[in-house]
C-alpha cells in the first residue's frame, strides 16, 4: 500500500499475535478525509476493521487520544448508542510508531456535504432528524452507568473549555486571528449559567462523522471520538447546528442553500427534534453555538499547524487551515445576532 506512516509487515507480524489467524492475508488502505488521527481500512483474512492511530511528530498534550476513543467505545458497546465494536488496543508505540486501535469494519453511507448531494429531499430530512435523535440517545447514558463517571471533570464545563481551548489558540506559532481574540473576550463575559448538566459530550458530533445506513435513513455508527469527555450536552447540540450557520466553502455548510427545496430541516425544528427525546434540558443559546464555532476555530488553527509541520494526517489540511478566521467570523455574527438563530 502507499500513504501508511508505520511499516504494513510490522502491522502483519502484530496481528498474527495477537488475533490467531497463521494463514490470514494482510491488505491495508488509508481512508482519506480525517483531519486529526491517521486512519485505514484493515483486512486480515476475512476479518474487515478499521485502525486509528495518533500522528506522528510533534502534537499538543491531550490531543489525538486514541486510547480515549477506545475507552468510550467499548463503554457504549452495550447501549442503544450506535458504535462500531472495539476490537483491540495498543499503546506501545513501538509497534507502530504510535499507539493505535482496531475497531470493526461496517458497511454505510458517510455524507461529507451537509446538503446531501444525490438524495430525495424526503431522504434528506428522514437523515438529518436520524441525526437529532442518534445526540438525544448519547446523552441520555448515564455516565456512571457505562463506567464513565472519571472520564472528565465534573463542574464548569463552558469555564473549563473556553480556557482550554484558548491555550490551545495561544500555543500555536501561526498568526495571530483578530476574531478570535474578539471571541476570546466575548465568551466568558456572555457563558451559559452553569445548571449541572452533564452527559457524555462526543465533541464533534456532525453529519460527516456519522455512518448511516446502506438504504435506510438510519444511523449505524457514531465516529471519530477523540474529542469525547464528560460535559455539557448542549455543547454537542450547539456544535451539531454549526452547518445552519457557515456556507458551503465553510466545511460544507448549508447557509445561504434553499433548504426548504433541499428537503433539510430548519434550524429550529432540528432542535425541537433532539428536544424531544432529551426533555428537560435548558434551551440552545446563542452562546453555545458561537462557543462551538470558537472550538472549530481553534480546531483549524491546529490543522494549518500541522500542515506546516508536515504531519496533517489529511492531504488537503493546508487548505483548509484558512477557515480558522471563517469560524471565528461566523462565531462573531452568531454572536452580536447579526445572524438568525432559531434556539
Keep these: 500500500m502507499t500513504g501508511a506512516d508505520f511499516d504494513p509487515a510490522a502491522l502483519e507480524a502484530y496481528l498474527r499475535a495477537r488475533l490467531l489467524a497463521p494463514g490470514a492475508a494482510l491488505m491495508v488502505e488509508r481512508i482519506s478525509g ?21 500522528p506522528g511528530g510533534d502534537i499538543l498534550p491531550g490531543a489525538h487520544a486514541v486510547e480515549r476513543e477506545f475507552r468510550v467505545l467499548s463503554a457504549l458497546e452495550a447501549t442503544d448508542v450506535p458504535v462500531p465494536v472495539p476490537i483491540l488496543l495498543e499503546e506501545d508505540d513501538t509497534v ?26 424526503s431522504e434528506r430530512g428522514e437523515i438529518y432528524l436520524a441525526m ?41 506559532p501561526g498568526r495571530a486571528i483578530p476574531a478570535l481574540e474578539r471571541l476570546i473576550e466575548w465568551l466568558p463575559e456572555h457563558m451559559a ?35 469525547a469527555t464528560l460535559g455539557h450536552p448542549l455543547a454537542d447540540l450547539g456544535f451539531c447546528v454549526m452547518p445552519w450557520h457557515t456556507d458551503p466553502g465553510e466545511y460544507g455548510g448549508l447557509l445561504g442553500l434553499d433548504r426548504d427545496a433541499l ?30 464555532l470558537f472550538r472549530f476555530a481553534v480546531i483549524f488553527v491546529g490543522i494549518a499547524d500541522r500542515a506546516r509541520a508536515g504531519n496533517a494526517a489529511s492531504a488537503d489540511a493546508a487548505r483548509l487551515g484558512p477557515l480558522a478566521e471563517r469560524f471565528a467570523v461566523r462565531a462573531l455574527e452568531v454572536a452580536d445576532g447579526s445572524q438568525p438563530f432559531a434556539g
Excluded at 471533570?153 to 500555536?172: K, M
Design 96 to 121: 507502530l510508531g504510535t499507539p493505535f486501535y482496531l475497531m470493526e469494519r461496517l458497511d454505510g453511507r458517510v455524507f461529507d456535504d451537509a446538503a446531501l448531494p444525490g438524495l430525495a429531499p
Design 263 to 292: 428537503g433539510i430541516p430548519r434550524e429550529g425544528a432540528f432542535i425541537e427534534r433532539y428536544f424531544r427525546g432529551a426533555a428537560g434540558r435548558a434551551p440552545l443559546q446563542r452562546f453555545h453555538v458561537a462557543f462551538a
Design 132 to 172: 437529532a435523535d442518534a445526540l438525544a440517545r448519547l446523552h441520555a447514558v448515564a455516565p456512571d452507568a457505562v463506567g464513565l463517571g472519571d472520564f472528565g471533570r465534573p463542574g464548569n464545563y463552558f469555564e473549563r473549555q473556553i480556557a482550554r481551548w484558548t491555550r490551545q489558540y495561544r500555543a500555536s
Design 34 to 54: 480525517g483531519q486529526s488521527c491517521p486512519t485505514y481500512f484493515v483486512d486480515w483474512g476475512a476479518r474487515r476493521m478499521v485502525l486509528r492511530k495518533k
Design 193 to 227: 449559567p452553569d445548571d449541572g448538566d452533564v452527559a457524555i459530550a462526543h465533541g464533534d458530533f456532525r453529519i460527516g462523522n456519522l455512518m448511516f445506513h446502506p438504504t435506510e435513513p438510519r444511523v449505524i455508527a457514531i465516529l471519530d471520538w477523540e474529542l
